[in-house]
């Protein structure tokens, strides 16, 4: 009798924990070959690009950006100079303002604990101290800008940042509540602001960067909802919480919300965990996206950063490279080429949009109306301008739509400027400040989505957190602007959104292009495109 014995060739003893080689199939002939795919070209093929995961993980991340509000504008509030009666059997009676009366002939109306103005007497002389405050907090944005956009793209991760800076802004929002004094309360906000100064930065970038490309326009600008939606609400916390101290409280509590019931069910950016190595937490993600929203992602599928999917080689050199964490920083986007003017002048039109915006929301002090009412009034005028620029965005790109909406924020700005502060015109003052915002508030989200766009992911928050800073450093300077009173800070808002127009026409546009993972990648797209 004879036995056949069934030889076996080399690729037969392949152990099955080893991934064939590219040409090659993954159980046999029949089956298809391995196929590597950036996040993008994942998204639009096999995971949806907003689905049912997406939409969840958005909505649950964005919550970050109300928490943003409130930590920024309670100042509307806590640093008010709120109304004063004068005491009975005084002659305060014919007095304009408080600075030439005798103590004892006038009081706050509501008690001195109503606001810190009341509290520590930040009237006449001591008035600056209100905007020092203000810009000490925004100063401290400007720092932590910096510091969580780099460690969100490092170490910590955009989830890791976002869970951080909740729990620093809880922490310092509810000791500043306990402020004995001016200093402290003065040191207090200034941490407030460096932790307040990396929660919409790291939101926003890990709430749109799993968006396909053709759905992160209109999602990156709903994001803003949120912010808006934020500050109404303080202006009911406010009206709850009268005095100053417990709208602190108040208004912090919600952060530790956020953290301990909400960021659990958060997902880490596939991105993120692509560009530091770690394909199978990527791919985990991806795979998670796909089945929640009713998508089939086949075995043979494999996520690569996108010089890795479109670059020739071996099995193992493809490998060894997915896992390899790349690294960048400020300097790798000044030194390169593509980047470097992309970051000048973003910065340059991030601060002089922040001027405006900041300063159009502060202004509301000067307006010589119901306060709260602003508040609200300027909150819900801005949602109209994100739906207004989420629709046309990709209908007519980021460029276009970037000059008009700050030249229409600068009209009217310089508009409001000559008008009078009395009677009729006390309220077509206001609708020009209305209209100004709703123009720089479609700005302001838009630049977000731009500014993501015009740089790969492994600076991407890095970048973002050089705009932020610029922005925040505008956000200082605001404060100082709207202390002048009258119409100058209308004709400063006015220039700054003319000149930001100006800036914007040299920027590339970004429609319908890919969201680059690494700084080789995009030089290789851009030229790819240029060619």
């Known amino acids: 009798m004879t036995i056949n014995i069934p030889t076996s060739s080399p690729d037969d003893l ?272 991806m795979r998670s996206i796909a089945v929640t929203n009713g998508r089939f992602l086949p075995e043979n599928v494999y996520v690569s950063r996108d010089e890795d999917a479109n670059h020739g080689g071996d099995r193992k050199s493809n490998e060894l490279r997915s896992c390899e964490a790349v690294s960048g920083s400020v300097f790798d986007a000044l030194k390169s080429p593509v980047t470097q003017i992309r970051l000048i002048l973003v910065v340059g039109i991030n601060f002089t949009c922040s001027v405006v915006y900041y300063g159009l929301s502060l202004n509301v002090v000067n307006l010589e109306t119901n306060l709260y009412m602003n508040v609200v009034v300027n909150a819900v005028a801005e949602m109209p301008a994100f739906l207004f620029t989420a629709i046309l965005i990709d209908r007519f790109g980021r460029k276009p739509l970037g000059v008009g909406t700050q030249w229409f924020s600068g009209i009217f700005c310089v508009a409001g400027s000559f008008l009078g502060g009395k009677g009729a015109w006390k309220v077509v003052r206001m609708v020009c400040g209305v209209l100004g915002i709703f123009g720089m508030a479609g700005t302001y989200n838009l630049l977000f989505i731009y500014a993501m766009e015009l740089f790969p992911t492994v600076v991407r928050n890095a970048a973002l957190g050089c705009a932020t800073q610029a922005a925040q450093f505008g956000a200082i300077l605001a404060p100082f602007v709207v202390v002048m009173g009258g119409g100058l800070p209308f004709m400063v808002f006015g220039v700054c959104g003319v000149v930001g127009g100006f800036l914007t026409f040299y920027l590339p546009e970004t429609l319908n292009k890919p969201l680059y993972d690494t700084m080789n990648g995009m030089v290789e797209g851009e030229n790819e495109i240029l060619a």
């Open 14 to 285: 392949r152990s099955p924990l080893i991934l064939p080689d590219d040409k090659t199939h993954v159980a046999g002939n029949n089956e298809a070959p391995i196929e590597r795919l950036c996040i993008d070209d994942m998204l639009r093929k096999y995971c949806g690009e907003f689905g049912y995961w997406q939409f969840k993980h958005f909505v649950l991340t964005c919550m970050g950006w109300a928490l943003e509000a409130f930590h920024t504008m309670v100042m509307i509030f806590a640093d008010r100079q709120p109304d004063w009666i004068c005491e009975p059997d005084s002659d305060c009676v014919s007095a304009v303002d408080v600075c030439g009366l005798q103590p004892g002939t006038w009081r706050w109306d509501g008690g001195s604990g109503i606001s810190t103005v009341a509290e520590w007497g930040l009237i006449c002389g001591q008035k600056y101290k209100v905007g020092l405050v203000q810009a000490l907090f925004f100063g401290g944005c400007m720092i932590g800008a910096g510091v969580f956009g780099h460690l969100s793209d490092s170490k910590l991760g955009r989830k890791g940042s976002l869970t951080v800076v909740c729990i620093l802004n809880a922490i310092f929002g509810l000791l500043t509540s306990l402020s004995p004094n001016y200093l402290t309360y003065v040191i207090l906000r200034f941490l407030t602001g460096f932790s307040t100064g990396g929660v919409g930065l790291c939101a926003f970038v890990l709430a749109t960067e799993p968006v396909g490309p053709s759905k992160r326009g209109m999602a990156g600008m709903s994001t803003f909802y949120f912010f808006s939606g934020g500050i109404a609400i303080l202006a009911g916390i406010a009206y709850i919480f009268p005095t100053w101290r417990a709208l602190y409280i108040a208004s912090s509590i919600p952060s530790l919300l956020f953290v301990f019931l909400i960021l659990p069910l958060i997902s880490e950016s596939p991105r993120w965990y692509l560009i530091r190595g770690l394909p199978g937490e990527a791919m985990s993600v």
